[in-house]
């Protein structure tokens, strides 16, 4: 059992580049959610999704796309990267129930320049 | 706008030493959590509280969420090198499957 997976661990990208990164989680749990972690500002949520075919905008979504085809994958696009998306991205799934008590992966460290 | 403020943002305490972080709002929520989280890594969930007035004890770490459920605090007794990390308090609001979290509290502890 894996839990939340991402990757890549580290990525550097040019002023407009664009990149997808993964999530993959194995505890068939059907909500699924990326923060973004900024230091002094916590986590803000960017995507998220409560079942397979289902998205929804979070806190910060512009510069983001997402899609949900499976219970599993839950990658977020970087359409065109700026270097106000430089950040620490996480990944989290949640089995719901009132509480959504997240699960998070190790994170992805991404440097724009 | 931040909707749970976490206070203090940075703590730097001995070994052996008491504290308390707060994390406060002017919402109500369904439920509060706390988080920690170590560097390089993801946050990992602590606790959950769900009633108004809820303790929860978890070692050295208390947990209490307040009586209106807008406001929680963690107190940890004779603190350990082993607490350090980043402490994240996050609450629902029954609005499927969103948590909001506040700023973090940074933790140091020395020996």
């Known amino acids: 059992n894996a839990g939340v997976t991402q990757t890549p661990k580290f990525q550097v990208l040019k002023t407009g580049q664009s990149m997808t990164l993964q999530c993959a989680q194995d505890?068939?749990?059907?909500?699924m959610s990326w923060y973004r972690q900024d230091p002094g500002m916590g986590l803000r949520l960017i995507h998220y999704?409560?079942?397979?075919?289902?998205?929804d905008q979070g806190e910060v979504p512009n510069g983001y796309n997402v899609s949900r085809s499976t219970t599993e994958d839950f990658p977020l696009r970087l359409l065109s990267a700026a270097p106000s998306q430089t950040s620490v991205y996480f990944c989290a799934s949640s089995f719901g129930g009132i509480n959504y008590e997240q699960y998070f992966g190790p994170g992805t460290r991404l440097t724009v320049t | 706008t931040q909707l749970l403020e976490q206070s203090p943002q940075f703590l730097s305490i001995q070994e052996g030493e008491n504290l308390t972080v707060y994390c406060n709002s002017s919402?109500?929520?369904?439920?509060l959590q706390w988080y920690r989280q170590e560097p390089g890594e993801g946050p990992v969930l602590l606790v959950t509280v769900v009633t108004g007035g809820e303790v929860k004890k978890l070692k050295r770490l208390t947990f209490q969420f307040g009586d209106a459920r807008k406001d929680s605090s963690l107190h940890i007794t004779a603190a350990q090198t082993g607490d350090t990390g980043l402490y994240l308090c996050?609450?629902?609001?029954?609005?499927?499957?969103?948590?909001?979290f506040g700023q973090g509290t940074e933790l140091s502890v020395k020996p």
């Open positions: 505890m068939n749990h059907e909500y």
């Open positions: 999704s409560v079942g397979a075919g289902i998205t």
């Open positions: 919402s109500v929520f369904s439920s």
């Open positions: 996050a609450g629902a609001k029954n609005q499927g499957g969103k948590l909001i």
